[in-house]
Each structure stands twice: as C-alpha cells, then as structure tokens.
C-alpha cells in the first residue's frame, strides 16, 4: 500500500515561515490535500489539488508537489496556526484503492 | 451549507458491532459525492476507514476491510457505518465526511462531521 511520510513536528517563530513535508513514491503524480486540526476539533481542509485553496483559507496557506515531495507552506506564521496537519491523497496503484493520509505533523509555534 | 452529524452510542463492548450513522443537511445524498468515515485513536493520526457513493459503490481500507460495512440510506440523506468484532483497538473518534473531487482518484473532504467518540470497553 501507498505510505505518506511526515515529520512528527516542525516548529517556527512567530512571523517567519513553516515548510512541512509529505514524502510518497512519484507523489508528484498524484493530487495531494492537506488538513488542519486543531485540539478537539475536527480536521480542516487547508489545501486541495496540491495547492488550491478552499474559500475562507489566507492566502498564507500555499501548497507544492513534485518529485517524491510534497510542501505545505505557511508564510507570517500566527500563534493561531499551532495545530497538527495532514497530508492525503487517493492511491489508485493497487489492487485496493482508496484514501491515504501522512501520520500528521505539530506545528508549534515558539 | 452542508452539514454532517454523526450519531451513535459511545460505548461498545469487545466482539461487539459498532454501529453510527452520519445525518446529511443541505444538500441531498442522491445528488452525487461520495461519503466516508474516517476514524482517530486517542493521541494519533487519521485512518480513513472507507467511502461509499450515492449509488451504494464502495471502497473500504483493506486492513479492516473484513469487518467494515458502509451503506446508503438516500430516503432519510444519511449513511452509516458497521465496524464488527471491535477490540480496545478500536477506540476512537470517529468522523464522516463528503469526498469532492473533481475526476476519480482526487478526491478530498471538503466537509467534516464533529466526530463522535467511540469507547470499546466491557
């Protein structure tokens, strides 16, 4: 099955920029969607098609996919974007297809 | 504005089945998209557990595929999912969802329930 790699956490000052990762084989292939969840809330879509952003999302949210990498990028970052987001995609190269999400990454803002 | 509310007892015993259902508003389940269920253990990250389309076609992750059961109920716009056989594994929060996507193989959910917490406990 298809597995998306994150880092378990990425930490940035207030006001600069956090870069997080989402590693697949060829991901640059496939269409990549990001999410933000906050504690105790359910997730929300930030990013789509790689870097499409849903209405009500700043455009401080941008997104990248190439390679064996894709980038969720946050520019200004605001003590409010402290969250844990995912990384899915849909794998449709095996017998089985379906949703696939990354582990998750903490952005802790210092 | 579409909403999703998922529902269902909080509790479950070991072997048990687990049983929710995810009410649909503001828009109408025969209308197309697909729904699913996604699930969180305490602590840890999402699990897509499967989707279904208005139709009643589904796709199911294959490491529970054995015991998921996803269905359609377009005259009362909701689905529902089965999980059989539940251990402690099976703790979690369980979230639906609709699935956008604008050509097969990218979709993405676009609109989330609240979630509901599932305990498997004697």
């Known amino acids: 099955s298809y597995v998306l790699t994150q880092p378990p956490s990425v930490s940035v000052a207030p006001g600069k920029t956090a870069r997080i990762t989402c590693g697949g084989n060829?991901?640059?292939?496939?269409?990549v969607h990001w999410y933000q969840q906050k504690p105790g809330q359910a997730p929300v879509l930030v990013i789509y098609?790689?870097?499409d952003r849903p209405s009500g999302i700043p455009e401080r949210f941008s997104g990248s996919n190439s390679g064996n990498t894709a980038t969720l990028t946050i520019s200004r970052v605001e003590a409010g974007d402290e969250a844990d987001y995912y990384c899915?995609?849909?794998?449709?190269?095996?017998?089985?297809?379906?949703?696939?999400f990354g582990g998750g990454t903490k952005l802790t803002v210092l | 504005q579409v909403q999703l509310q998922e529902s269902g007892p909080g509790l479950v015993k070991p072997s048990e089945t687990l049983s929710l259902t995810c009410a649909v508003s503001g828009y109408s389940i025969s209308s197309g998209y697909y729904w699913g269920w996604i699930r969180q253990p305490p602590g840890k990250g999402l699990e897509w557990i499967g989707s279904?389309?208005?139709?009643?076609?589904?796709y199911y992750n294959p490491s529970l595929k054995s015991r998921v059961t996803i269905s359609v109920d377009t005259s009362k716009n909701q689905f529902s999912l089965k999980l059989s056989s539940v251990t402690a594994a099976d703790t979690a929060v369980y979230y639906c969802a609709r699935e956008s996507g604008a050509a097969a193989g990218t979709n993405y959910m676009d609109v989330w329930g609240k979630g509901t917490t599932v305990t498997v406990s004697s």
């Open positions: 279904i389309y208005h139709s009643g076609s589904t």
């Open positions: 899915q995609v849909w794998d449709s190269s095996s017998d089985h297809p379906g949703v696939v």
């Open positions: 060829n991901i640059g292939s496939k269409s």
């Open positions: 098609y790689d870097s």
